[in-house]
């Protein structure tokens, strides 16, 4: 038993060293094939596994060591080139990622305060060359990424906001005088959010509220009748979706376009459809032959005819038995010898015994035969299907409705359209037929006051669609003017208010060239925060 223990131990030893053995090669494969792609991290990985699995394998510690240092030189390279492109977060990205596998190498270290002198530098650069939004963001991403810096960088952040907001300011009231409010608007926009002084805010917010007034574009509806106030109503309602676009039914001033509305009375029809459906179901049983009694009979068949075989082998084997006592009997004693007539008695003894055992075998199976046949109903009953045919009638209720725009556009230019909303709605009908199982089907078709609801709706989206187009027509003929005003005032005055009619899409050369003539590099982003705000 020791000795078996002893072999088991060997074996269950050998196993480990195998495994081990595998997960060292499939350790050093893998980290191959990623250091020749030049994934050099993930190559690292592999090999410190497989270091971990032999620590004192020269191979695995040279893999570690040149990947390792092959990995530094990459992501210091990388930091580098990120630092040339003034990409700052993926130069930082990459510095900081060193300096997490590696924490304790100085030149690790060092890189990582390259990194934060490097773009301080920056930043003091634009900072000289007034470029003060440059100057801030670069600022900021040091003193959010290092707070080691923080007390040094404050100071500069400080001498930022308060120098540019004091150009800003100058400026505002320069635009403001000249009577480009949107400029002015701007510069105090960026100003309040330099540093929130209460006069400057009241004077960045009186500006917008002055300058939308100023530019809403209002659209008179007009019409007649309960259908068209239930349009006008749920159009009035909308005010918001678009900022400048405004709707009204009662104009005290002459308005910017005006949308004559005709709705029609809705129509319902109803058509009617009939098609057939079978169904199989259960009308009764029969009384079939059992196949399991078939069976079962086959089998008993076959268990007697193996007894029959069995009993005749029997018979057999006793008269060899026979006939062989004769043969030894004639032959008398014959003493410390075993004559052939013994040999033979002797074997048909032993066949004459099996030919019994298989006898009684036989014979417990036929009556277990029997008793199994006996216990299984010659006949069965089976299902007996029918199929049922029955008539479904569907029900379709169409509603319609007509729809006459007429907008009128600032230009004087008429716009006519019609439209002709229309839906329908469908369900199958048919009475119960229990035979089958198949349950009343009754009538569920939405209500004419849900159909006419829904075509008032899309008669609402239809309009406000309409109207919004010439909106957006007349926001593009804004921005035309801006792109032809010489004077840099007027032009960012006109920016201003193309941005706010709908600061959610504004054409990027807009943004381009503010942030070119103002020093302010996303209007749209901090005109919507002062929209948001109030």
């Known amino acids: 038993m020791r000795h078996i223990k002893s072999s088991i131990l060997i074996l269950a030893l050998l196993s480990i060293l195998f495994a081990s053995g595998c997960a060292y090669k499939n350790h050093i494969k893998r980290g191959d094939a990623l250091y020749t792609q030049g994934n050099y991290e993930q190559a690292l990985y592999q090999y410190e596994a497989a270091l971990q699995k032999r620590p004192n394998n020269k191979d695995a510690q040279y893999k570690v060591e040149a990947t390792r240092q092959a990995f530094i030189e990459q992501l210091s390279a990388d930091t580098i080139a990120y630092l040339n492109e003034q990409n700052y977060v993926a130069a930082l990205n990459a510095a900081f990622t060193l300096e997490n596998r590696f924490p304790e190498l100085p030149a690790v270290r060092q890189l990582v305060r390259d990194v934060s002198a490097r773009i301080q530098s920056d930043a003091k650069s634009s900072s000289d060359r007034a470029e003060w939004a440059k100057a801030l963001d670069t600022y900021l991403i040091a003193y959010d990424a290092f707070p080691e810096d923080r007390q040094a960088i404050e100071p500069e952040l400080q001498y930022i906001k308060t120098t540019w907001y004091n150009e800003l300011d100058k400026a505002a009231k320069k635009a403001e005088s000249k009577g480009h409010t949107g400029d002015a608007l701007l510069l105090h926009a960026q100003a309040s959010q330099l540093q929130p002084n209460p006069q400057s805010v009241a004077k960045r917010d009186e500006l917008q509220a002055r300058l939308l007034n100023e530019s809403l574009f209002q659209i008179k509806l007009s019409g007649r009748g309960d259908r068209f106030n239930r349009v006008a109503s749920s159009l009035l309602n909308l005010q918001g979706l678009s900022q400048n676009l405004v709707f009204f039914k009662e104009a005290k001033q002459q308005p910017d376009a005006t949308l004559a509305i005709n709705v029609g009375r809705p ?45 005749d082998d029997l018979s057999r084997a006793e008269r060899d038995v026979d006939r062989y006592m004769d043969q030894v009997a004639r032959e008398g004693d014959t003493p410390g010898v075993s004559t052939g007539a013994e040999q033979s ?64 556009d600032p230009q004087g230019e008429e716009l006519v359209q019609s439209f002709r909303p229309a839906l329908s709605a469908s369900d199958e009908t048919h009475r119960a037929y229990p035979i089958a199982d198949i349950p009343e089907d009754p009538l569920d078709l939405p209500s004419d006051a849900s159909l006419e609801t829904q075509l008032f709706s899309s008669a609402i989206n239809t309009s406000f669609s309409t109207a919004n187009t010439t909106f957006q027509k007349h926001r593009q003929a804004v921005l035309a003017d801006a792109f032809a005003q010489q004077d840099q005032g007027l032009r960012v005055h006109h920016y201003v208010i193309y941005i706010l009619m709908d600061p959610s899409s504004v054409d990027q050369r807009v943004l381009d060239e503010i942030a070119d003539l103002r020093g302010i590099p996303d209007a749209a982003g901090l005109l919507l925060m002062t929209n948001t705000a109030q």
């Open 267 to 311: 129509s319902f029809s109803t058509q009617r459809s009939n098609s057939q459906r079978y169904k199989d179901y259960i009308s009764g049983t029969r009384l079939v032959e059992n196949p399991q009694y078939i069976n079962r009979q086959n089998d008993l068949e076959r268990e007697q005819r193996d007894l029959f075989r069995y009993e």
């Open 345 to 408: 008695l002797s074997r048909a003894q032993s066949d004459l015994e099996r030919a019994r055992d298989n006898v009684d075998r036989a014979r417990r199976r036929v009556r277990n035969a029997e008793r199994q046949l006996n216990d299984t109903p010659p006949n069965i009953e089976e299902d007996v299907y029918s199929t049922l045919e029955y008539s479904v009638t569907t029900h379709t209720r169409r509603a319609k409705m007509s729809l006459d725009l007429r907008m009128t």
